[in-house]
Every structure is written in C-alpha cells, then in structure tokens.
C-alpha cells in the first residue's frame, strides 16, 4: 500500500512537471515541490498547522469532517493574526454533529460556509497564500480529525511552487464557497 501511494505521489509529481508555464527564454522552469506524508507514522497535524503558521495573506479550507484541535487551533491563531481565513465544510457533517470545532472558529474570525449540493462535500485540501508566489496546496485523504492522525492509514500531498495547480485549486475553492450557505 505504501509503494502504491509512493506511485501515486510520483505520477502526480510528474503531472506537474508537465503542467508547468514553459519559461521564457534564458529562463530555467521553476520545479514544483511536492512532499508527500503518511499516517501513522508521520505527524501529518503538525505538517498541516505549520503551513497554516506560514500563511501571510489566505488559508482558505475545504473539509468534510473537522476534529483535530492542533489545525483548528492554526487556523483560530492565523485569524486573529489578520489573515483571511475561510473555511468551506460539508454541510451534512455539521448538523451530524461531525464537525463540532466550527463555531469556535467562527468566533476566532474563520469566515464559514457549509456546502450542502453533495452527496458528500469530500474535498480535504488546506490552500495557503493562493495568488502569490508562496502559495502551497495540501491535500489528500487525511480527515482533519484526530483519529486521521491517530488510528488511520492517511496521507497528504503538499504542493509548492506550482502557480498553475494553485490557481486550479483556488478556483475550485472559489467555485465551492459561491454555491454554499454562511454558517450561523
């Protein structure tokens, strides 16, 4: 299982490669970067809140369940700090009782909408700084939750210098937070 993901973060890395804007002449292509993180084992909640910590401008978040305190905690710190923090959740997960950490958040400024047009709003990604040279993508199967960390086999991709795969990831973003109702 751990080589299939291994593949899979290879073929991904590789797609980026192909993705990139071609330079302009004399110019070297800039090389995406792309980590990849496993649970158990790594400290996937760790790697997560300290790219929240790095945001200077966005975090904007998509989630279909939400427990872990450590991120939640990131991303209350990152609000109060003055950066744009939005979160798109799934709506259904919410009145279940499956994403109890979203009114602390929005009491620590996390602008917050709730996706309800889905079966499931599935979408696991953390999308920092978006628009700007920094921007760094997170995303993969990891649940923001503490038994995504703990009891489960998880993983994360983290993608950085890749203008391209941001901008489709904001876009996404942006397209979800439209469709979807403000938390009250």
């Known amino acids: 299982m751990r080589r299939g993901l291994a593949l899979l973060a290879l073929g991904f890395a590789t797609a980026l490669a192909w993705a990139q804007p071609a330079p302009r002449t004399g110019e070297p292509a800039a090389a995406a970067r792309v980590e990849a993180y496993f649970t158990p084992g790594d400290d996937v ?12 401008r966005t975090v904007q978040v998509q989630a279909y369940l939400f427990t872990n305190r450590r991120i939640a905690a990131a991303l209350a ?8 923090v939005e979160l798109v959740a799934d709506a ?5 009782g499956g994403l109890p950490v979203l009114k602390t958040l929005d009491r620590a400024g996390v602008r917050i909408w709730l ?11 953390v999308l920092v700084d978006a628009g700007t040279p920094a921007a760094v993508v997170v995303t993969g199967s990891f649940n923001f939750t503490q038994s995504a960390q703990d009891r489960n086999a998880e993983n994360v991709v983290v993608i950085s210098a890749s203008p391209e795969v941001t ?11 439209a469709r979807a109702s403000r938390l009250q």
């Open 45 to 56: 909640a760790r790697v997560i809140s300290g790219r929240i910590d790095a945001a200077r």
């Open 77 to 84: 710190k990152a609000a109060r700090r003055g950066v744009a």
């Open 92 to 96: 259904r997960q919410h009145e279940a």
């Open 115 to 125: 996706a309800g047009d889905f079966a499931a709003f599935h979408n696991k990604v």
């Open 167 to 177: 901008g489709r990831f904001a876009r996404d973003f942006e397209r979800h937070r």
